[in-house]
């Protein structure tokens, strides 16, 4: 399975992006679909994740309310709508997908594909 993300770019504080990943390769079946963050100078972190069969969903607290994490099973596609971005939200975005488990894990160690980062800037 190969991840590519895209929908990165420079935003003002208070606008919006809109993240994508789109999986291709066979052996496509993902329990978890999800969204880390790695901002210069910090570890990666967990940013937003969502199920296959019930569509359950978890945030960051620092982004509850303000992004979205969706997913196209039929696109093979998991999208991050970000709305309300602030400064802190700048960072290298990577999408992440976890096969063998249905739980939406918030450590990177737990994800077993990963997309190339697709960086976001949020100016002040």
């Known amino acids: 399975v190969q991840l590519q993300a895209s929908g990165g770019g420079l935003a003002q504080a208070g606008g919006s992006l809109t993240l994508s990943c789109v999986a291709s390769?066979?052996?496509?079946?993902?329990?978890?679909m999800g969204w880390f963050r790695q901002a210069p100078g910090k570890e990666r972190e967990f940013v937003a994740g969502?199920?296959?069969?019930?569509?359950?969903?978890l945030y960051a607290d620092s982004v509850k309310g303000r992004f979205t994490i969706s997913r196209d099973s039929a696109k093979r596609t998991v999208y991050l709508q970000m709305n309300s971005l602030k400064y802190d939200d700048t960072a290298v975005y990577y999408c992440?997908?976890?096969?063998?488990?249905?739980?939406?894990?918030?450590?990177?160690?737990?994800?077993?594909?990963w997309g190339q980062g697709t960086l976001v800037t949020v100016s002040s």
């Open positions: 969502v199920g296959g069969s019930d569509g359950r969903t």
């Open positions: 390769g066979r052996s496509y079946n993902p329990y978890v």
């Open positions: 992440a997908f976890r096969r063998h488990s249905p739980s939406i894990a918030t450590f990177r160690e737990a994800y077993n594909y």
